[in-house]
């Protein structure tokens, strides 16, 4: 059923039917840690639910009808989405990674990672050739952001997805800041799609919760392997709130898009402001290949005002009265954040600058409320 269904009804019914015991139309929320068994080893599919609940599995199916994927996994959180991709790796193997990314997968990789021996090279890869002169027999994994946290790069996933191939690494996609509705990375080529499904996917900024979503048999077993023997899935709870976010996916971030290009055109336009990063600009380095792989230019972007500076960031941001000062983004509110002292905080200051994240930089995430509301807000914030 789910194959012919279009997008903005997969998130509604994508890998979902009326529960089996009582016809609930909703998913239940099966808070349960075990399953009965009729004799040993004879049950219903459940035995223990670090490998498996009923409600996980209505998630991880979403997931992959929305990713066109054949398999989904859910995990505890974006960031347990990614150790578990990591860990597919050995000592000496080499990884290639976006050098502008959320702050914690930068920390992930060189504080945990690489003290078990995986290199990893961080690659401007605005321009595809940039990442072939790091590419070797060692290469595993290419790790894709796009658009990138918060400079909003964007990365042309179809060619490393190529790329890729060619040498035999795989290519995974954290695609939280776009989210399904507007970028499928498996269809371009990608062999893993990530999801901090905290953000976007969940949409209401109550719960943190992690995805994966692979087509391959052989990955899809080794991935649920660590995810089952490392435990680091969500609870049923969450799950839910994921789900019940997903089924409004496509209106919300219809929205979010809508009132992103009203803002971003806003402060373009705005004398007080010095520059604004965001891939629906012609302007931008990569508008084409954001064209081409994104349905539009998403809700996320960020802007330095005039003059720069921790102090006028801050002034600015104290200032807010509907953007709230807050991590994280992709929720039905208006949040703002500083990078530099916020989600950034963990890469040294002098590559954190190198990829443009200043001091005073100040990143958007656009709700959904009355655009001229949050338009009214930011005019007054940064007069
Ligand atoms: C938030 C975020 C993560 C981390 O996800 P958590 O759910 O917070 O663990 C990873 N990548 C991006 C792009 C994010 O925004």
Not at 139 to 146: A, D, K, Q, V
């Amino acid at each position: 059923m789910d194959k012919k269904l279009r997008f903005n009804s997969l998130t509604i019914h994508g890998g979902q039917e009326p529960d089996k015991a009582f016809g609930a139309v909703m998913p239940p929320i099966y808070q349960t840690s075990t399953y009965a068994q009729s004799t040993p080893g004879r049950h219903q599919g459940y035995e223990y639910s670090r490998t498996h609940n009923p409600t996980r599995t209505a998630l991880e199916c979403s997931i992959a009808s929305l990713e066109k994927a054949k398999y989904g996994l859910a995990f505890a959180s974006g960031m347990a989405a990614m150790d578990t991709v990591l860990k597919l790796f050995q000592p000496g193997d080499e990884i290639i990674s976006t050098d502008d990314l959320y702050g914690g997968s930068y920390r992930l990789l060189t504080k945990v990672f690489e003290k078990y021996g995986l290199k990893i090279h961080f690659v401007n890869m605005e321009k595809v050739e940039n990442i072939k002169p790091f590419l070797n027999i060692k290469t595993r994994l290419i790790w894709i952001e796009t658009p990138t946290n918060p400079m909003m790069k964007v990365v042309d996933i179809h060619a490393i997805a190529a790329l890729g191939k060619t040498h035999n690494a795989l290519v995974a996609v954290d695609n939280t800041f776009a989210s399904p509705y507007l970028q499928q990375p498996l269809d371009l080529g990608a062999d893993i799609v990530m999801h901090s499904a905290t953000k976007y996917l969940a949409g209401h900024s109550d719960t943190i919760i992690g995805l994966l979503a692979v087509n391959d048999d052989v990955l899809h077993e080794q991935l649920a392997f660590i995810q089952n023997s490392g435990g680091g899935v969500p609870g049923p709870m969450d799950c839910f709130l994921a789900l019940r976010g997903i089924k409004t996916l496509h209106l919300r971030m219809q929205r979010h898009c809508e009132n992103g290009a009203a803002v971003a055109t806003h402060l373009q336009d705005h004398s007080k402001i010095e520059k604004v990063y965001w891939p629906g600009f012609v302007y931008h380095p990569n508008h084409e290949v954001a064209k081409k792989q994104m349905k539009a230019f998403g809700g996320m972007l960020s802007f330095v005002p005039q003059g720069g500076g921790i102090a006028n960031a801050k002034k600015i941001l104290e200032k807010f009265q509907i953007f709230t000062l807050a991590e994280s983004l992709g929720g039905v509110e208006s949040l703002a954040g500083h990078p530099a002292s916020m989600t950034h905080a963990s890469i040294p200051k002098e590559t954190r600058e190198k990829s443009g994240v200043v001091d005073g930089l100040i990143r958007l995430s656009i709700g959904i409320e009355d655009v001229q509301d949050l338009i009214e807000d930011l005019d007054q914030a940064i007069a």
